[in-house]
């Protein structure tokens, strides 16, 4: 089966720095996104993984461990504009579909 | 670019009616997908296309009807309207990124259109 698992909600305090964890179990693996929710808009890309490791992109950076099926998504120096859904998205390499998480509700608070 | 649009934004139903959700996109994008997203339920894929005149079930295909007769357009079709498909539809559009040691597609969405069924 596939499945992926992200906690529901978070909250942080502005500037502070928080890691939003996206454990997986998918039949087929062909890499892992994080995208970027705001409420009533489209999802944004965020990042993308598909060697074990860290990528980093400005403030932003994303984590994956193939052999454990986990990944993170890393913020620092949070501002109010961080507040959204962020959702882990797995590539399987069966049909080259996207399977996404639930989602995690981030509130960063002042 | 405008990248990629949806038309309507809203549409409200009666059940039993039918209807069409237009996505198109200007970047020369050869996969094309529509999912409805759900509170709780997370973005599900309905259907999906490889390419132009071909198309292929998602996840959630029941009651839901596609075609790509362009390359730049895929139309999302609901022949009659039931009040679970009440939800938000997106759109979205895929290119391959290509890697040293891999390469995959990255999805860029639509704005998304707002869909209740009475």
């Known amino acids: 089966g596939q499945n992926i698992d992200q906690p529901t909600e978070m909250t942080a305090t502005e500037g502070a720095i928080v890691q939003i964890n996206c454990t997986y179990q998918?039949?087929?693996?062909?890499?892992l996104f994080w995208y970027q929710q705001h409420a009533g808009e489209a999802p944004t890309f965020l990042s993308y993984?598909?060697?074990?490791g860290l990528e980093e992109k400005g403030r932003f950076s994303s984590f994956l461990s193939r052999s454990k099926g986990y990944s993170y998504l890393l913020l620092k120096e949070l501002q109010m504009k961080d507040s959204a859904s962020y959702l882990c998205?797995?590539?399987?390499?069966?049909?080259?579909?996207?399977?996404f998480g639930q989602g995690t509700e981030l509130s960063v608070k002042p | 670019n405008a990248g990629v649009t949806q038309t309507p934004k809203f549409r409200v139903l009666k059940t039993g009616q039918s209807m069409t959700l237009l996505c198109a996109q200007d970047?020369?994008?050869?996969?094309m997908y529509w999912y409805r997203q759900d509170p709780g339920m997370g973005l599900r894929l309905i259907h999906y296309?490889?390419?132009?005149?071909?198309?292929a079930k998602g996840e959630v295909p029941d009651g839901y009807n596609v075609s790509r007769l362009k390359k730049q357009n895929f139309l999302l079709g609901l022949e009659s309207a039931a009040p679970s498909q009440t939800s938000v539809y997106f759109c979205?559009?895929?290119?391959?990124?290509?890697?040293?040691?891999?390469?995959?597609?990255?999805?860029?969405f639509g704005p998304g259109t707002r869909l209740t069924v009475l």
């Open positions: 998918t039949s087929g693996f062909n890499g």
């Open positions: 979205a559009s895929s290119y391959r990124i290509r890697r040293k040691l891999a390469s995959t597609d990255t999805q860029y």
């Open positions: 993984n598909v060697l074990d």
């Open positions: 296309s490889v390419g132009e005149g071909t198309t």
């Open positions: 970047m020369n994008h050869e996969y």
């Open positions: 998205a797995v590539h399987s390499n069966q049909g080259g579909k996207l399977i």
